[in-house]
DNA sequence: CATAACCACTTAGCAACGCTAAGTATTCCC
DNA sequence: GGGAATACTTAGCGTTGCTAAGTGGTTATG
């Protein structure tokens, strides 16, 4: 397989993936972005937004639409910066941790459920592929 | 790493490097949606838009308005089928195929730079993480 | 220290794309 | 023939990207 084959149908099976993890998700559950960026300030947090917008890979505007949906829903604080004006904290609340906890298990059951059945070596070469995604995410 | 930190941090890196890529998209090329569209009635059509939609794993109306753009373009020809005056079958037109060629390599260079420096060990896992994300798309 | 340049966040508005609900045309089946 | 099922389309909503422009705080400079 060339590294263009590669690179060609690893990029339309991560979208189509993508579309396929959203058709498994509960009308009353936080969306795909939403629950990345919580993710994100649960377990590397407290970020400004520049911060986590560059975690995300969106644009600052696009990120504070998201962290108002969160804000609004009680799940993160933005509180103004001690050392300087212009920048936000976001931390998660209480009850966003409380929800963190309590979704993550439901929210990837559809692909724990699939991966408990893989073999050990295919375990392995998801890790790393993981590895591989983070690393070409942040290049 | 337990199944469920597999899970989660797999769903996530998939979510984050979507949009890493999004962002490499140039202004006047076709989208993520249209072009993986493009590229399964390019090389697995032609489909009628049922199939097609099954393939790229959204409901038939998302995939009309999607295969509208493209028929749109000039890239994909909508016919009606001969044998069920109800569906509808889907080609890719010469221009198509000329656009479909002479984009992929463009548009998989951000990839194919990054994945031409990994190791050959690397490259194995990544051809072996498309197989699995095949496999979970559909299941 | 006044003012310009810069930076961080926000607001406003656009486009792409998911979805569901409902409409139309065709085919299937009794 | 007539009702149920199927395939596509249309209409309309919500989310999530984006860019451009506005507001206010900080920093650097004459």
Redesign the interface.
């Known amino acids: ?1 060339t ?2 084959e ?16 959203r ?1 498994e998700k509960a009308d009353n559950e936080l969306s ?2 939403q629950f ?1 960026a919580l ?1 994100t300030l649960f377990f590397y947090g407290p970020f400004t937004l520049r911060e986590l917008s560059e975690h ?3 644009t600052p505007p696009s990120m504070n639409r998201t962290v108002n949906a969160l804000v609004q829903a009680g799940l993160v604080n933005r509180t103004a910066s001690a050392d300087d004006g212009r920048k936000v904290v976001l931390t998660v609340t209480e009850i966003g941790r409380t929800m963190m906890r309590d979704t ?2 439901r929210r ?1 059951a559809w ?2 459920q ?3 059945k ?1 073999t050990p070596e ?2 392995r ?6 590895e ?3 690393e ?2 942040d ?1």
């Open positions: 397989m590294v263009a590669l690179s060609h149908d690893f990029r339309l099976a991560n979208g189509r993936l993508a579309r396929r993890l058709q795909g972005s990345s993710g995300e890979k969106v993550r298990k990837d692909l724990a699939r991966i408990v893989f295919q375990r070469v998801l890790a790393e592929a993981i591989i995604m983070k070409l995410t290049s």
